[in-house]
């Protein structure tokens, strides 16, 4: 396994109150033409980090994904795997995640035993990750592959202590997770009261497609804000 090179980036920023961008690049949508603009955008807008996975693969080369965006970009690779089989040594990191908002335990630890021997052999480094879905106001994939039901988005403090549990368990960051495309992002009091109650670094994600919901969610305490869809429909998000 690699020294903590990344994370201790991620918390260095965070510890300073240096708000961080994410771009998600999911494999099935990941043209050559596409993340040459991906690419061209990122370095544009200071994006500090590629995340790279989905909920369910139906196709796309996760390897070649990953091999490109770092034939293009320096910045760092880190898979969000949607399952054990998205494990891959090219990238810089993988977020190691467990469903913390699940009592799925498949989900909680089930995963996370078959994907440790592929790890052990890799050499990447592992970030354990509280990943918790909030309900974005519509069913996501994460949700249906995941087989659990998201913390609702108006009981903040269950997302609070969620997330404050994940730190005792001694995970180094937390990621609030509205689902890719969600129709609601999550509320700003959520990320407030996890971020109020936390202090290892906040990933917040799901239905964020303008800059304004960026700075909300910033403002809110999020350290990293990740993009995932807007990108793939093309918003012009930063204009
Ligand atoms: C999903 O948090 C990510 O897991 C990003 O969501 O695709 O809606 O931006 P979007």
Excluded: W
């Excluded at 913390?100 to 078959?114: D, H, T, W, Y």
């Excluded at 549990?165 to 999550?186: H, P, T, V």
């Excluded at 917040?204 to 804000?225: P, Q, R």
């Amino acid at each position: 396994m690699q020294p903590a090179a990344i994370y201790s980036r991620i918390k260095e920023n965070a510890d300073a109150s240096k708000k961080m961008l994410a771009f998600l690049v999911d494999p099935d949508k990941a043209e050559d033409a596409y993340l040459e603009k991906l690419c061209e955008l990122a370095a544009a807008q200071s994006v500090d980090i590629f995340l790279v996975g989905g909920s369910l693969l139906t196709g796309g080369d996760l390897e070649a994904c990953i091999n490109k965006l770092k034939s293009l970009s320096t910045i760092p690779v880190i898979i969000f795997p949607g399952s054990p089989s998205q494990i891959s040594e090219s990238a810089d990191a993988l977020l190691f995640l467990s469903l913390l908002s699940s009592r799925n335990a498949e989900m909680l630890i089930g995963q996370q035993v078959v994907a440790a021997p592929y790890l052990y052999k890799c050499n990447i480094e592992v970030i354990s990750t509280a990943y918790l879905l909030i309900d974005g106001g519509k069913q996501t994939t994460a949700s249906y592959i995941s087989n659990s039901t998201p913390i609702p988005a108006d009981k903040s403090e269950i997302a609070a202590y969620t997330a404050l549990a994940g730190q005792y368990l001694g995970m180094k960051q937390i990621y609030l997770d509205a689902g890719s495309g969600a129709l609601n992002n999550i509320p700003s009091d959520l990320i407030k009261a996890v971020s109020e109650k936390i202090d290892i670094p906040l990933i917040v994600g799901g239905g964020i497609d303008n800059h304004d919901k960026i700075k909300a969610a910033h403002d809110a305490g999020a350290d990293i804000v990740v993009i995932g869809n807007a990108l793939e429909k093309g918003l012009k998000i930063f204009d």
